[in-house]
């Protein structure tokens, strides 16, 4: 398209120019830009993540393929599906990136536990041929099926994400299939090539897990605190609620809204005008507001139209403005400027009498309009059986809106507030005369609306002709009672001797919805969460009286958020009963199946209140961020479990008696081999998010929500697999056994 008009400015007539009014391509490129450059960081991120743990470079090279090879074939299905690049779809690979990496990182550290643990049986020395398969082959076994079955509960966790429809739905279904489709692509690799890799790649000498000082730092702070919780698990799990109880407080501040606003880099200004508004003073409002935009000096080009275009699909009244505002790239915006503060300045600098502002992105705003014809952040949507009880209804809601807290602007559409020139004809009168109904009207189709008398030819073009009054004689009713009539029989007369001409009221504009008429109040909002307003708008309007017949419902963005929520309400419990049996298959016991559920809301502590300390509201953004957090808190639940349970059942194999000597001995064990994996995977996935965190770009405003309760659950995630599922697994299986836990007992993890 920019080819075409390039192309074409160069064969333009002198003194005609093509100029861009909107174009958000620029958006396009800088969101895709910017999610690629932090994928390409988190790649980097996970090599670096492994080698520092691993102290083995080919080993870290196993995690580093996987990586490219699962995203490549989630852009795969992407090409085959037809799912573009863009913010979603590629957020969705961001987002997965940790838990992809971690089925890998699992593999590569329990290899090199289990090559460790030749080497110190065998003096020394290193397995080599069959005995190398035979080693990494029992460790993949060992670990694989569990890694496999938790990256299927990942995948299933985004059940409820795919259930969402409307614009919710196609907003999040690109970041649902790719994160899907990446996850599935890791999971078909953890259990084919990773083991294969670490066969051909893990080999030399592999460093001792202790000659490390990061894991000697690590498990000389974990082993005490470890103790202490086995021998207090009733004290840890009472923390652990005392933890959860907290979230009362935040959970009660939270404020609620479908998206967050999104820096589009251009903004649209739609104030509304009172109706009755002619189309000459339409033209000066819009000029007027035009250079008082362009005032704003971050402000590069302003473009207004009023009334609605040449097609019927546009049914916009006159009294709507639409100017699409184009700002400078932020380099050039003055210091301390934010997109907010622009919007802030602009509302101050443009009050005109009579418009009521509202600023929204374009695209958002298109979006809205398509889907609910409301051009405001929240809608009130009026029905009712006559217009004059509409009209009074509007007027009234739109008084209590301004009074609104967090309510920047309101405006009503007046419904019964049109201004039509009535031309009534006096028949008696036109017969006397020798008229007739036809002959006047067509006087007044002719003379005042316009008839065609014939054509212009200029080449190929064709012109009408068009022939009417003149203006002069037909801008006043007065003037239009003065028109000339000539009878066929050669009488002349004015229209005022047949007809009566008067300016009437009636409505500017009928709207009907499910069948009854209805009437809009649009809304605008600044500094405050949707969902709260509209609670507060609600209680306003439910406390006053309106007109007989008259209901209201509420629209714009609150309406997909309300959609969402129920939605997410009826689908979420039932994702949770579906985890909980694939978990309850997996163990085959009741209690190790609800202590992997029970990581799923403890692990929310943590995304909770990050989310509440940056000052986000809750969002489905926000909700697909503790959707995936969810996922990722039951797959390190289901990974230390398999640990936990190895651990114990290798010493009932080497005849060790069950009792709470030697469960607690096993779950120390086990706890403390899962130490180092646990440590690389939080450090892989918040290493990766950060970056989204706290960097902006294109798209950003969404991302960050997304990733905030992934980054907060990374810090309560790993305490509670580390801690609590220890202390819960010992409470369960030394239930009915001796509960003192020797003193003595002292099991150091594997290398020490």
Known sequence: MKAKLADLRQRLPKGVEIVTTYDRSGLIDRAVENLTSKLVEEFIVVALVCALFLFHLRSALVAIVTLPLGVAAAFLVMRWQGVDANIMSLG??????????????????????????????HGGAMPKGDDHWRVITAASLEVGPALFFSLIIITLSFLPVFTLEAQEGRLFAPLAFTKTYAMAG??????????????????????????????????????????????????????????????????????????????????????????GLSAAKASELLQQTDRLIKTVAEVESVFGKAGRAETATDPAPLEMFETTIRLRPQSEWRAGMTPE??????????????????????????????????????????????????DAAARTVEQLAKTIDGVSS????????????????????????????????????????????????????????????????????????????VTDSGLLLTLGDVAKVKVTDGP?????????????????????DIASIVQDLEKAVAGVKLPAGVTASYSGQFEYLARAAQRLAVIGPVTLGIVFLLLFLA??????????????????????????????????????????????????????????????????????????????????EGALLRLRPKTMTVAVVLAGLLPILFTGGAGGEVMRRIAAPLVGGMITA???????????????????????????????????
Not at 248 to 254: N, Y
Not at 360 to 377: E, F, H, Q, W, Y
Not at 625 to 654: S, T
């Open 410 to 485: 309101a405006a009503a559409e007046r419904a019964a507030s049109g201004r039509y020139l009535d031309i009534d004809i006096d028949r008696l009168a036109a017969s006397r005369l020798g008229l007739n109904v036809a002959d006047v009207q067509d006087v007044v189709s002719g003379a005042i609306g316009g008839e065609a008398i014939g054509e212009f030819v200029d080449g190929r073009a064709r012109y009408p002709i068009s022939l009417r009054y003149p203006r002069e004689m037909r801008d006043t009713p007065e003037r239009l009672t003065q028109l000339p009539i």
């Open 186 to 275: 890791a999971a078909g690799l953890a259990i084919t090539l990773t083991p294969v890799l670490m066969g051909y790649w893990i080999r030399g000498r592999i460093p001792d897990e202790r000659a490390n000082p990061v894991n000697r730092a690590l498990a000389f702070l974990y082993r005490p605190a470890l103790n202490a919780a086995l021998r207090s698990p009733r004290v840890v799990l009472f923390a652990a609620l005392l933890a959860l109880a907290t979230l009362a407080w935040p959970l009660s501040r939270f404020g609620a809204e479908f998206m967050p606003a999104m820096d589009e880099g251009d903004l649209l200004y739609m104030p509304t005008a009172l109706s």
């Open 718 to 752: 790993p305490l509670l697999s580390l801690f609590v599922i220890p202390a819960a697994y010992l409470m369960i299986r030394c239930r009915g056994r001796a509960q003192a836990a020797p003193e003595t007992s002292r099991i150091a993890p594997s290398g020490d």
């Open 587 to 668: 163990f085959r016991r009741l209690d190790e199946a609800l202590i992997v559920m029970a990581t799923i809301p403890f692990a929310l502590i943590g995304g909770v209140w990050l989310v509440y300390l940056l000052g986000y509201d809750l969002s489905v953004a926000v909700g697909v961020g503790f959707i995936a957090l969810a996922g990722l808190a039951a797959e390190f639940g289901v990974v230390m479990l398999i640990y936990l349970k190895n651990a114990l059942e290798d010493r009932l194999q080497r005849g060790e008696p069950m009792n709470a000597a030697t469960v607690f001995d096993a779950v120390r």
């Open 92 to 121: 969705g690979i961001a987002i997965a990136i940790g838990a992809m990496v971690d089925a890998a990182i699992v593999m590569i550290e329990n290899a090199h536990k289990r090559l460790e643990q030749w080497r110190n049986d």
């Open 508 to 528: 500017a504009m009928i709207r009907s919805e499910n069948g009854r008429l209805a009437a809009f109040v649009y809304v605008d909002v600044r500094g405050r």
């Open 341 to 390: 503060r622009i919007v802030a300045e602009l509302d101050r600098t443009v009050r005109v009498p009579g418009l009521t502002n509202v600023w929204v992105p374009p695209i958002r705003n298109r979006i809205d309009m398509l889907a609910t014809g409301v051009k405001s952040p929240i809608g009130v949507k009026l029905s009712g059986a006559d217009l004059a009880s509409l």
